[in-house]
């Protein structure tokens, strides 16, 4: 079901919250690239929030909380709360349709 905590958090940053709709997972990433070193996977149902705008952004999301227990990598590979450098931190695609497998992630906010 929803993830209240995480759409709670997601509301008072003013991010968009995602959930995970392409079986069986999908791969978070240490940079925006599918070349990029595997973090951790996420599976269907499960909801994230981001900053990113997929209009201006691309379709990578760069991850700023997601599920309860991934929340030691994603603290981890973010450096805390101090670095919010585009480039690191956890990133995942939101749509593959160039690759054939549609949407990945979908908004739900």
Avoid at 2 to 25: F, I, K, N, S
Avoid at 76 to 102: I, K, M, R, T, Y
């Amino acid at each position: 079901g929803p993830d209240v905590e995480l759409r709670r958090r997601a509301a008072e940053r003013g991010e968009r919250v995602w959930r995970v709709v392409h079986t069986p997972h999908v791969m978070v990433r240490a940079n925006a690239k599918n070349t990029a070193r595997t973090l951790f996977v996420l599976y269907p149902g499960e909801e994230i929030s981001s900053s990113s705008q997929p209009a201006v952004d691309g379709h990578w999301l760069h991850l700023s909380d997601g599920p309860l227990r991934v929340a030691a990598q994603l603290e981890a590979a973010s450096g805390g709360e101090a670095s919010q450098g585009g480039s690191s931190g956890c990133w995942v695609l939101s749509d593959a349709s160039d690759a054939g497998l549609g949407r990945l992630l979908e908004p739900v906010s």
